[in-house]
């Protein structure tokens, strides 16, 4: 629905919303010159690298890169949509979004179904403070909650005869609560899809209810049932007390995924706010997706029965191709035959978010479960855990995480002196292994990927560079990056990272210069392989000299003054 709201609107909004009141709302910002600096919120830090331009009208994270202006930022952080994300801002600017009359339509269609989903909503609260809910009243007691928790999250009941909800709604809200699936009119006649149920609202990122979840009071073959999918309800992609933790924390770092709805609400009530619980298959793309668009540290909550073991590694498969530098996935796994409700009330809180604390590295896990019924002693159980574990690593997008896992791989099916006990005592000073060494890997790039990677090292190398490039076609990339650096004037390396990172051309131009390589050699190796392609035998004639010089004499105290500042003066050549 973006297309329909005119641009021109959009960027007069933009204008109006001055982007350091809106993002110091939301977290804690320091004056800084005429910007300002916080710890970004969009990924794990413990220096500010989080800037805010309001004169330039953007920000940036110099960390994650996460960057852009007042819509961008309320569509990251709140996690919505563009056009909710247009009427957020529309509302703090005192303005009305002027969409056309087919938006209109579509918007008021929504309200409608929500409108008359609000007052199902009220109903079952009405029900449960009433005569006929005081068994549900008991039973929530029961299971340790209080009034207060009650309201907050709006538990209702829904009567058991067959057409309560229908018959107390007016008749232009009967239509939209049989379009919304909450009563039904399968048999020709209408009927209450919940009845003598506990119910729980599921609301959106306004707080408007869009489905419900009912708990059967009696011996129903369905436990649990929720609402059918409608037009304002999709359950892939909603997470059900999200809204209630946005509510009640100031800002949401992380989640705790859980399974059930009585599992949120009693953590809610023992102080553990961030607790939600997803409403389609916990462990598939799209819920993590939905997720992840909120918090970038998930941690996923499941009882440590092999079902609960299977569903964990069913979302670490599913995670891998979604994970990114800068995102911080746990598993907590808890003991067989508990869950978050009953286990909170039993232990306390202060024990449960212990547990939280502590919860397993996905890295860790995935290493730890593929690891199952091996012994790594053994060449041939070693050869097995990479079988496993490379085709899980390829998955995931290129990056430092990604580099790390494959760094562990490798090391485990290498040799294995250390197992992650082993490691842990070592950092701790009481293990007698040593760190294992890394090899060093031999990089092989093609000639304009080392070209540009010698600009990036030392802009200064552009004009060279350039004039190398405009003779050879195989040279594309690194002519035109060693073109742009010279138009730009810059001579150093923190000026051109400073500027590929705030010139928004310039990170569209170039964001892909170096997808290609998964290993970066270091920085004196880049710089003499771009040496010898721009004056080849100058540098053939010094790999020559200082290769005789090392092998005319036994030992380097043999040389003379003369041959040593000579040896000293060829080897800086690679500094």
């Not at 590694?313 to 891998?320: C, S």
């Not at 890295?363 to 053994?378: I, V």
């Not at 995480?401 to 197992?419: F, G, I, K, V």
Request: net charge neutral; aromatic share 8%.
């Amino acid at each position: 629905m973006s297309g329909l709201i005119p641009q021109r609107f959009v960027e007069d909004l933009l204008q109006r919303i001055d982007l350091a009141e809106l993002i110091g709302s939301r977290i804690t910002l320091k004056k800084a010159g005429g910007n300002y600096k916080a710890r970004c919120p969009f990924h794990d830090e413990k220096t500010p690298s989080f800037n805010v331009r309001p004169d330039k009208g953007f920000y940036h994270c110099f960390g994650c890169g996460a960057h852009g202006d007042a819509i961008s930022f309320v569509r990251e952080f709140d996690g919505l949509g563009f056009t909710d994300a247009v009427e957020e801002l529309a509302r703090r600017a005192g303005l009305e979004v002027p969409y056309d009359e087919n938006a209109k339509q579509e918007m008021q269609q929504a309200k409608t179904l929500t409108d008359a989903l609000d007052y199902a909503s009220n109903f079952y609260q009405g029900q449960l403070k009433g005569q006929q809910g005081a068994f549900a009243k008991d039973y929530l007691t029961q299971r340790g909650l209080d009034q207060d928790i009650i309201d907050q999250y709006k538990i209702g009941f829904a009567p058991g005869t067959g057409t309560a909800l229908y018959d107390s709604a007016s008749k232009d809200l009967q239509g939209p609560l049989i379009e919304t699936g909450t009563v039904s009119d399968r048999y020709g006649r209408p009927r209450d899809l919940f009845r003598n149920r506990v119910m729980f609202p599921i609301r959106n990122s306004r707080g408007r209810t869009i489905a419900f979840g009912g708990r059967t009071l009696g011996d129903d073959k369905a436990k649990y049932i929720n609402s059918p999918e409608s037009d304002v309800f999709h359950k892939s992609r909603e997470i059900y007390g999200l809204y209630e933790a946005k509510q009640a924390l100031k800002q949401v770092d992380r989640l705790l995924v859980v399974e059930g709805y009585m599992d949120v609400i009693a953590l809610a009530q023992n102080g553990i706010h961030f607790a939600v619980a997803t409403l389609g298959t916990a462990t598939n793309q799209d819920s993590l997706s939905a997720l992840l668009k909120q918090a970038r540290h998930i941690i996923f909550c499941f009882d440590g029965d092999s079902a609960g073991f299977r569903a964990a590694d069913r979302a670490l498969d599913n995670a891998l191709e979604l994970l990114g530098d800068g995102m911080h996935l746990q598993f907590l796994m808890l003991p067989d035959g508990e869950d978050p409700d009953t286990l909170v009330r039993q232990e306390g809180p202060e024990a449960f978010k212990e547990r939280i604390d502590s919860a397993t590295p996905l890295s860790r896990y995935l290493f730890n479960r593929q690891s199952e019924g091996l012994d790594l002693t053994l060449p041939e159980d070693r050869g097995e855990l990479k079988a496993r574990v490379e085709p899980l690593l390829k998955k995931m997008p290129r990056s430092t995480l990604r580099d790390a896992m494959w760094h562990e791989m490798l090391r485990l099916c290498r040799n294995q002196q250390s197992t992650w006990q082993d490691r842990s005592q070592w950092r701790k000073g009481k293990g007698a292994q040593q760190r294992t060494q890394e090899e060093r890997i031999d990089v092989r790039l093609s000639k304009d990927t080392q070209l540009c990677l010698a600009l990036l090292e030392a802009p200064d190398m552009a004009r060279e560079i350039d004039e190398l490039c405009r003779s050879s076609r195989e040279l594309k990339q690194a002519g035109q990056f060693a073109a742009w650096i010279l138009e730009q004037g810059v001579t150093d390396r923190k000026t051109l990272v400073s500027r590929l990172a705030m010139d928004a051309a310039a990170r569209t131009r170039f964001y892909g210069l170096f997808d290609g390589i998964e290993h970066v050699p270091a920085r004196e190796q880049t710089l003499a392989g771009a040496r010898e392609m721009l004056n080849p035998n100058q540098e053939v004639a010094r790999k020559q000299r200082l290769a005789a010089l090392l092998s005319q004499k036994r030992n380097l105290s043999d040389l003379t003054d003369e041959e040593r500042k000579e040896l000293k003066a060829l080897s800086g050549q690679n500094d």
